[in-house]
């Protein structure tokens, strides 16, 4: 049975910054390809980056440059750090793995698995 558990939401000022990790059981977070999704209310979800078994890194045009996608195998944690966070960047943030080890594709349909999210508010 996987399991995906975020955290390190919160409430943060423009500018400023958060790390959210997802923590997983019943799934091995360096085996196979891993994804931070986002979902603003009234919009659809979007990929935010993805991460493969060989640590290939993709992110959204909207990030790059400001957020930071990342493993730690020994604590089989997945983690994205967000610097100079903007208004826009507010969302519910998901964690999301499949069971295949690349990451071709940021349609959330292709991901099995899921958290159940943490809410980041930039004001």
């Known amino acids: 049975h996987v399991q995906l558990v975020e955290s390190g939401g919160g409430s943060v000022q423009a500018g400023g910054s958060l790390r959210l990790s997802c923590v997983a059981s019943g799934y091995t977070v360096s085996r196979n390809c891993m994804a931070w999704f986002r979902q603003a209310p009234g919009k659809e979800r979007e990929g935010v980056a993805t991460l493969t078994r060989s640590l290939t890194i993709a992110y959204a045009d909207a990030v790059k440059g400001r957020f930071t996608i990342s493993r730690d195998n020994l604590k089989n944690t997945l983690y994205l750090q967000m610097n100079s966070l903007k208004p826009e960047d507010t969302a519910m943030y998901y964690c999301?793995?499949?069971?295949?080890?690349?990451?071709?594709?940021?349609?959330?349909?292709?991901?099995?698995?899921w958290g159940q999210g943490t809410q980041v508010t930039v004001s």
């Open positions: 999301a793995a499949r069971s295949v080890y690349y990451c071709n594709t940021v349609a959330a349909r292709n991901f099995e698995f």
